[in-house]
DNA sequence: GGGTTTTCTGTGAACGTACACAGATTAGGT
DNA sequence: ACCTAATCTGTGTACGTTCACAGAAAACCC
């Protein structure tokens, strides 16, 4: 009867030792390439190691060494972000850049449940990163606590949570709101209206406060429209409430490009030109910019700064550097389309 | 002279039991809660994990579990799947789904460069995941060889690696491209075309197939236009070539909803009515095909059933069932809508 | 050749947990 | 009151690393 190695236990670095005939600190050090080793042994261990297939146990590795040399990267909110947010993509792939350049893993974790708050919350605490980026649509995030509890080292991105002493790296959406409304009047509108949405969260009220900063005296509350998401559908809806109020509104500050894209529909629906009627501005320049005719103009959000930044602040933390208290803002450059 | 407690150490399983009064193996069993512990012992234990704040050790946990109760979420190639791809964030959310409904944890790693290639390696070989789901976009993956050195339990998720004895979740690319062309040619149409993307993919060069299966006879090697990628400007120059080939073109298969949406821009530049002069159909169901004025006739890509059932393929590794060889195909359902 | 430095190697302890085992206590049934 | 079974608790070992330390060997200098 021939028994079967079913699941072959992987080997480790006393197998290598034995194999290669030395003991398990010299086969340590040329894993890790340090001084002070052979020529001989270390053919000999990098032969013995090629043979058993030999593969370092992180979690052993982790468990002495104290770290992990990993950066967790939390998207909460998943449906939201993934799906309508453009700018998620972009930030991810800026702090993954930073942090493999310093060789740390990042590894994403997705929260989509209350079940998902608490498995996360199990997982940082558990030493299997050693810092953290959140990327969070809600003002309070209750794995925020967590974190401070834990004191891992972490930065927000997008926007700061409220109350909470973590550092962030975000854009000022109420300076941005107010630069392109001013930019919107400048081209001899008359009656701007705005498609405010997501007022709940800190970036959908700011972009409201910087349209009213803008207009001042001239400021209208009844042109402005308010519907719950960043999204197409509310952009249409919201630009339908504007038109019945002021049939001859002559522009319009969408909370987002993607409401911008929705108002667009809206008023190619109701007949009026963009820009001869109407001129229309978005926010974000996310893919929705270059999708629409004409294309938007709009605020650019830096979403791959954004990422570097946040990796570069958790890095520095990391390396025990003290960081700024305030958090950190970035530049929103205006780029104009054809849309005004 | 104060000392200052700069960063306190973790509190461990030892410091819980000597403020309990109880031993570490009674710890254990409150935190894991297993059976055969005293009401009096258990009260006490979890004051006592109150007070000095124990949170478990995973690294320590899983070094003597053998495994890591997580699975990873391997994304290949973002720059062209987390921008353009409308898919990934459907897949990753009904694999998070799954892998949530099992306490498993689930972390997303992007490679994104070489350097991660090689990190990711060793992250997995690390013991840090039991299992993984691939999402890639190449042909070959060199981190599929990795894998299966390490005999790692996996799942492919879009379209198999090439000889590879990997199980995989996908849909079928080329009976799909059939069946949403033959039910374009129902509608009449007698001169159609295609804007083929993506041919150096599975999944491109199965579209193009299964249309000129659908044509058969009346297949005009003439009518078929190949760009590079699935995006939107790749649909504008692909309808632009297919326009000055045959301006009586009828109707037309985009390989895909961003290829449809460029295709649908170049169609109005050319002063072409869609579905009037011009039938067209597009690929994936994506958010695109809401945002297109018409929208697109399509053929939906269940992503999140494809992550579901991912995720449940490697879970049932995890318990030691033995899966299906070959892979496994999920139904596509054709969307019909405005513009065929 | 003796002493000092440099280079190389092996050993034991530690990291924080789970688990098997043994021992102690309590409960239940005659 | 005794025996058996059930319940509860503590101890030692193992998981696979890294690191400090102690030696051994080689190299170098007067």
Chains 1, 2 share one sequence.
Not at 31 to 44: F, G, I, K, L, Q
Not at 322 to 327: F, K, L, M, V
């Amino acid at each position: 009867m021939v028994t079967i190695p079913s699941r072959r236990k992987r080997a480790t670095i006393h197998d290598v030792a034995v194999e290669a005939g030395v003991s398990r600190g010299t086969v340590s050090r040329v894993v890790n390439d340090e001084p002070y080793v052979s020529a001989s042994a270390r053919t000999a261990i990098e032969a013995a190691i090629e043979k058993v297939g030999y593969v370092p146990n992180n979690a052993a590795r982790s468990l002495v060494m104290q770290r992990s040399e990993a950066v967790g990267f939390i998207v909460h909110e998943p449906h939201s972000l993934f799906l309508d947010d453009p700018n998620i993509g972009g930030i991810l792939l800026g702090a993954n850049t930073v942090l493999s350049r310093s060789d740390y893993q990042m590894v994403s974790l997705v929260i989509d449940s209350q079940r998902d708050t608490d498995r996360v919350a199990r997982y940082l605490s558990g030493g299997f990163v050693d810092g953290v980026i959140i990327v969070s649509a809600r003002r309070e995030d209750p794995i925020t606590r967590v974190i401070e509890k834990l004191r891992l080292p972490a930065a927000f991105v997008g926007h700061p949570p409220e109350q909470s002493p973590l550092p962030f790296v975000g854009i000022d959406n109420r300076a941005s709101a107010r630069a392109i409304t001013e930019r919107l009047m400048q081209t001899g509108r008359q009656r701007i209206g705005m498609v405010a949405a997501a007022l709940d969260r800190d970036s959908g009220a700011d972009r409201l406060a910087g349209f009213t900063d803008a207009l001042g005296d001239r400021f209208n509350p009844a042109l402005v429209a308010r519907v719950p998401l960043y999204t197409f559908t509310d952009g249409v809806k919201g630009m339908c409430a504007l038109l019945e109020r002021d049939p001859l509104i002559d522009g319009v500050f969408a909370a987002s490009d993607a409401v911008a894209a929705g108002a667009l529909e809206a008023l190619r629906h109701a007949g009026r030109s963009v820009p001869g009627d109407v001129g229309i501005v978005g926010f974000d320049d996310s893919s929705w910019a270059l999708r629409t005719q004409p294309h938007l103009s709009t605020v650019h959000q830096p979403a791959f700064g954004l990422g570097e930044r946040a990796a570069e602040c958790v890095l520095g933390q990391l390396r025990g550097e003290e960081q700024p208290a305030d958090g950190i803002l970035l530049e929103t450059p205006i780029i104009w389309r054809d849309s005004a």
